[in-house]
């Protein structure tokens, strides 16, 4: 299905929020189904940015691509790259980030086997989109859950207002995270759908077949 004429907004990786000049608190997203989604939504006509947290991929053919690597970078440049048709977040962003970024190399403290870092919640990017006075038609989030997957999604969906989720399960065998194939539970408010396993880029296809539907099914669009 295509999305010629669609602008397709998406967020991918991880952020890495700076402890000090040579430390940072990451996580181990790869970046890889953002990415494939992005390859694929371009492959599809559409008019993509792909917003990157720091990760190793090359940019798919066709996309716009803007390097980030904080959660208040992403989330300036996503806010940034409005208005779009449809925004993806499948990025993995940090909800916290120190308080304060020391400017110099934090020191062994002789004698002090501890050591507390302050932490404060960052923004919440999709949330944000999906309450932004340009929100896209169709907002999907990504979310990764230990268990109580469709509960937790579920729940995402009603207090972030967005259109989709896209749960994967972790910590488990068929856990995601720098894998090549993926299983999405994708949730909506009128429905379930299973994508997978299979290649992300095929995943992230089925992903895009049920997002171009929608946007064909809203009158609006
Ligand atoms: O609630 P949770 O963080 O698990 O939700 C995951 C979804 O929210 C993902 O789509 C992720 O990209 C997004 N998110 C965000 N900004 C944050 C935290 C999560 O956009 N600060």
Same mark, same amino acid.
Do not use: M, S
């Given at each position: 299905m295509s999305l010629a004429g669609r602008r397709v907004l998406v967020s991918a990786g991880p952020t890495y929020e700076d402890i000090d000049p040579v430390r940072f608190l990451g996580n181990r997203s790869s970046g890889k189904m953002g990415f494939a989604v992005a390859a694929a939504a371009a492959a599809r006509g559409a008019q993509v940015v792909l917003v990157a947290g720091p990760v190793h991929l090359p940019t798919p053919p066709g996309v716009a691509r803007v390097d980030v690597r904080s959660a208040a970078q992403m989330h300036a440049a996503v806010l940034d790259a409005l208005p779009a048709d449809v925004y993806v977040g499948a990025a993995a962003v940090a909800d916290?980030?120190?308080r304060t970024v020391a400017a110099r190399k934090l020191k062994? /403290?002789?004698? &002090?086997?501890?050591?507390?870092?302050?932490?404060?919640?960052t923004a919440d990017i999709l949330a944000d989109v999906a309450a932004h006075p340009r929100r896209p038609r169709l907002v999907v989030g990504f979310a990764a859950e230990t268990d109580e997957l469709e509960h937790y999604a579920r729940d995402k969906l009603v207090r972030k207002r967005v259109d989709l989720i896209a749960a994967n399960r972790v910590g488990s065998a068929d856990c995601p995270f720098e894998r090549d194939d993926n299983t999405l539970h994708v949730f909506a408010a009128d429905g379930a759908w299973t994508l997978g396993p299979a290649p992300k880029r095929e995943v992230a296809e089925a992903l895009l077949d049920l997002i171009?539907? /929608?946007?064909? &099914?809203d009158p609006a669009t």
């Open positions: 916290y980030t120190p062994k /403290r002789p004698g &002090a086997d501890t050591l507390a870092l302050e932490l404060v919640r171009a539907r /929608r946007l064909e &099914a």
